[in-house]
């Protein structure tokens, strides 16, 4: 049975990945945090015409993670990437569940997990939120984050390094009180 977070389907034109590594070393990285899945075959699809930000297909025999095209640059970096991967696989570890009454795609223990395998996870949220600004909105429904349609005229050019970001902004004062959620 496939278990969409998201309704996204692979595309039949997955756009050509410009990140400055491998995204399948990234991935691979990423895995060395899930051994249960090492048989499982994983795909990162990088796709224009999606609205999540980020979002995992997950079925028996194998799991599509989409990330949208917003964030395939070349000065996107690494770890905010790995940080998005990681988030995604542990929707095959951390399953939805009702909570007070409400089904819940990232309940408690989620977040626990993901402080767990992200202790810096705040960092790379505030990069995403300063440099994607204008482009993404939440989606309370979905428990996610929507790319709008129009986000070219949005998105500013200049990508900061994690070591540049993190001596120009003071992440507690750029992360909105909210949650962001993938
Ligand atoms: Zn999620």
């Not at 996107?76 to 998005?84: G, W």
């Not at 995604?88 to 989620?110: A, C, D, Q, W």
Request: proline share 8%.
């Amino acid at each position: 049975m496939t278990r969409f977070i998201f309704t996204e389907k692979p595309s039949e034109n997955p756009e050509f990945p410009l990140f400055s590594f491998d995204i399948y070393v990234t991935l691979h990285k990423a895995l060395n945090r899930f051994p249960e899945l090492a048989t499982v075959p994983i795909h990162v699809w990088i796709q224009r015409k999606q609205k999540p930000l980020a979002c995992i297909s997950i079925d028996d025999d194998k799991h599509d993670i989409f990330l949208h095209s917003v964030l395939n640059h070349p000065d996107t970096p690494e770890q905010v990437i790995e940080y998005i991967l990681i988030h995604e696989l542990i929707h095959t570890r951390v399953p939805s569940r009702e909570v007070n009454g409400i089904m819940k795609i990232h309940p408690p223990e989620f977040f626990e997990e993901e402080k767990r395998l992200v202790p810096e996870r705040e960092l790379y949220w505030a990069w995403i939120y300063i440099h994607l600004n204008g482009c993404i909105y939440p989606d309370k429904k979905h428990e996610g984050t929507i790319v709008k349609r129009n986000w070219k005229k949005s998105i500013s050019g200049h990508r900061l390094s994690l070591e540049e970001f993190k001596r120009t902004f003071c992440i507690e004062h750029v992360l909105p009180t909210k949650q962001l959620l993938l």
